[in-house]
C-alpha cells in the first residue's frame, strides 16, 4: 500500500537555526506532493507543492521543498526559523491516477517547536 | 477566499448514539472529503465525494457513512458511535479534478465518545 514517512516526530530548534524535515513515500509512479501546515488554533493550510518541473519548489514564509525521485523523498527546509513556525506540518501523496486520484495520503505529522 | 465550515467544534456523545457531522463549503467546489486526525497517524480518509450523490470509500470507511445531496454540503454519520471513533475530524474540499488541488480545511470537529 502506498504510504508517506515522516522522519520525526518532533523537532525543536532555536530561532533562526535552519530547518529541514524529512518525507519519503511507497508509491512508484507519477505523484503530486504537498506540505500542509496547522498553527495551533488554526486549519490545515498549504505551504507548498509540486506537480511538475522545477523540482526545487517555493511556498510561502520562506520555506521549499525538494523532490528527489530516485530517493523518493520531498523533504522541506528553511534556511533561518522564526518563532511563528511552531507548528505541525505534515507531508502529502496524490498518486494521480483515477479516483485514486482523490485519494492524498498523509504522513503522521512533525511537530515544530521553536524556543524564542 | 474558500470556506469550509464544520458545524460544531466539540462534541460530546455516548456510545451507540448516532451521530451527524456536518459540514459546508461556499465555493462551489467539485469535490469534498472527511479525514479523521489522530495523533501519531496523521490525516487518514473515511470518505470523499467527487459529485452530488456520489460517494467512495477512503482508507477507513468502516463504521461510519456519509450524504451529498447538495454540492455545498457533505455529512458524516457514525451509525452508532464508539470510544474508538474519538477523534478530530476534518472536512475539506477540492476545486476541480486535478489530482494536484490543493486541500481546503474546516477546522475540525473535535468528536468524544464515552
Known amino acids: 500500500a502506498q504510504s508517506v514517512s515522516q522522519h520525526n516526530h518532533h523537532v525543536i530548534l532555536s530561532e533562526a537555526a535552519s530547518l529541514e524535515l524529512g518525507c519519503n513515500y511507497s508509491?512508484?509512479?507519477?505523484?503530486?506532493l504537498f506540505w500542509y501546515v496547522q498553527y495551533p488554533g488554526q486549519h490545515l493550510q498549504l505551504l507548498l507543492k509540486?506537480?511538475?518541473?522545477?523540482?526545487l519548489v517555493k511556498g510561502i514564509k520562506g520555506f521549499e521543498a525538494e523532490f528527489i525521485k530516485s530517493k523518493f523523498s520531498f523533504n522541506l527546509r528553511k534556511p533561518s526559523v522564526q518563532w511563528s513556525d511552531t507548528a505541525e506540518y505534515f507531508c502529502?501523496?496524490?498518486?494521480?491516477?483515477?479516483?485514486?486520484?482523490?485519494?492524498?495520503?498523509f504522513g503522521a505529522g512533525t511537530r515544530l517547536f521553536v524556543k524564542a | 477566499d474558500v470556506k469550509v465550515t464544520q458545524s460544531s467544534r466539540y462534541l460530546v456523545k455516548r456510545t451507540g448514539e448516532k451521530v451527524f457531522l456536518e459540514c459546508v463549503q461556499d465555493?462551489?467546489?467539485?469535490?469534498m472529503f472527511w479525514y479523521r486526525q489522530d495523533p501519531g497517524l496523521g490525516l487518514r480518509l473515511i470518505y470523499f465525494?467527487?459529485?452530488?450523490?456520489?460517494?467512495e470509500k477512503g482508507d477507513i470507511p468502516e463504521g461510519y457513512s456519509v450524504s451529498r445531496e447538495k454540492k455545498e454540503r457533505f455529512s458524516l454519520i457514525l451509525e452508532s458511535a464508539s470510544t474508538n471513533q474519538t477523534s478530530m475530524y476534518l472536512c475539506?474540499?477540492?476545486?476541480?479534478?486535478?489530482?494536484?488541488?490543493?486541500?481546503?480545511f474546516g477546522s475540525g470537529t473535535q468528536l468524544s465518545v464515552l
Open positions: 475539506a474540499s477540492t476545486m476541480g479534478r486535478g489530482t494536484n488541488e490543493k486541500l481546503f
Open positions: 508509491y512508484g509512479g507519477t505523484v503530486n
Open positions: 509540486y506537480f511538475s518541473g522545477d523540482p
Open positions: 502529502a501523496v496524490n498518486p494521480g491516477r483515477g479516483t485514486g486520484g482523490f485519494k492524498t495520503i
Open positions: 465555493m462551489d467546489h467539485e469535490n
Open positions: 465525494s467527487y459529485d452530488v450523490k456520489m460517494k
